[in-house]
């Protein structure tokens, strides 16, 4: 078994029966699991091991599915690359020597090189769809609240949801119909108003006759031109297949990527406070006050990109800056929100490449954590929105994966499985 997508590799039994009967399944390692450590990827959290689990666990046990390990990714879920983990980088199967994304890269890693047959991840900002599209595979991004966080621990509570990865989109939908609905130990979560009987794989029908899709020319500019060619191909092909495309505009997303870090950050900042090395978490042992413990407990479990955040978010919400910064943040979340419920008044659903970039390098964007955060911007604008997304595979460029995502109104998923199988 390929050991750098796996944190913990450990067998974890379900249900002698039920839909995943005889599924394998790798799951995220910042999702609950009882019995079997957790670690977020991060030395902070090197040795914990919840006393229960994640309800997304729960059903997949219901469901007859069986986990065969905690897969790798960015500490904290930070990074889009999973090079940020405590535990080292994982390579990419679908094209070696460069990143698998982040920051779900083993789970998707790990159903690209077939060693699971679905994955579970978390998309604060696209860590879902990010992997989905580097290595190949299908990856979805429920509405905010489709799927509990109970669980899952929290990066950014407002942004992130919980979503399946499979090697063809009726695989994914499978895994979302097994996780899908609401739960009494979260509250931000609602029971999905379903068309009649059907589950989310009975929609994988590939039937887009008649579907009109918006292309946001906003999340085209910029991108690499063999990603963009990919991407038209993909949209030549669903046209043949019956939908047919306009152009739309997105003006907010210009400050959807910096709206968006401002506000991760700053839930980063405030859901890590916890981590103090007295209840849970690596203790440094340090002589001196609690403080100096406090400080060097930090300074020896969290990476550098973790510190980078919580620093950036403690000081967007700090008095004299919270105005400034955090509340004007949330301003345009609210533009960004409008802005794609005027072009989803317009079209069935919204379509763009799911990364502007082809796998980078391993070690290449770690020097310049500005290009990383650059290449989520066609990826979190959806997170500030609450809304739906989808990754598929569109195809390559230059020999390297190339996904194209689609975006679909609030509670949509069925309309994005029936796009996304169109291009199987």
């Not at 990527?257 to 981590?275: D, G, H, K, Q």
Request: hydrophobic fraction near 40%.
């Amino acid at each position: 078994m390929a050991d750098d997508i796996f944190i913990t590799e450990e067998t974890i039994e379900g249900a002698d029966d039920g839909p995943l009967a005889g599924t394998t399944v790798a799951v995220k390692d910042n999702i609950s699991t009882e019995g079997v450590r957790t670690t977020c990827g991060s030395r902070m959290l090197e040795e914990y091991v919840p006393p229960y689990d994640a309800t997304v666990v729960t059903r997949l046990k219901e469901a007859g599915a069986t986990i065969v390990g905690k897969s790798n990714m960015d500490e904290f879920g930070m990074g889009t690359t999973t090079e940020t983990s405590y535990f080292g980088s994982t390579d990419n199967p679908a094209a070696p020597g460069h990143v698998p994304g982040g920051s779900s890269g083993g789970s998707a890693a790990a159903v690209a090189a077939g060693e699971a047959d679905v994955a579970l991840g978390s998309d604060t900002g696209g860590s879902i769809r990010c992997p989905a599209a580097f290595c190949g595979v299908v990856g979805i991004k429920p509405t905010y609240g489709l799927v509990s966080r109970y669980g899952l621990v929290a990066y950014g509570n407002s942004l992130e949801q919980i979503g399946p990865f499979g090697e063809t989109v009726e695989d994914a939908a499978q895994l979302l119909d097994v996780i899908a609905g609401s739960d009494e130990r979260d509250a931000t979560t609602r029971e999905a108003p379903t068309d009649g009987d059907s589950s989310y794989a009975d929609a994988a029908t590939g039937d887009v006759d008649g579907l009109t899709i918006g292309v946001p020319t906003e999340l085209l500019e910029g991108a690499d031109e063999g990603v963009v060619e990919t991407f038209w191909d993909a949209i030549a092909d669903l046209e043949a297949q019956g939908a047919t495309y306009h152009d739309v505009s997105l003006p907010s997303v210009e400050h959807a990527v910096e709206a968006y870090y401002v506000i991760a950050m700053s839930e980063a900042s405030s859901n890590l406070a916890r981590f103090d090395g007295v209840r849970y978490g690596h203790d440094a042992d340090a002589d001196g006050n609690w403080n100096d413990a406090f400080a060097q407990t930090r300074e020896d479990g969290f990476g550098d990109e973790v510190k980078r955040r919580i620093l950036l978010g403690t000081y967007a919400l700090s008095a004299g800056y919270h105005d400034k910064y955090y509340k004007k943040a949330q301003d345009a979340r609210a533009w960004v929100k409008q802005d794609f419920d005027e072009a989803l008044a317009e079209a069935d659903v919204l379509a763009s490449p799911t990364m502007p970039v082809p796998p980078f390098e391993l070690g290449e964007s770690l020097d310049d954590p500005l290009q990383m955060y650059l290449a989520d911007a066609n990826t979190v604008p959806v997170n500030l929105a609450d809304l739906p997304a989808i990754s598929v595979p569109a195809g390559e460029t230059d020999g390297l994966p190339v996904g194209l995502q689609f975006i679909g109104p609030a509670f949509g998923e069925a309309r994005l499985i029936r796009a996304g199988s169109a291009l199987e």
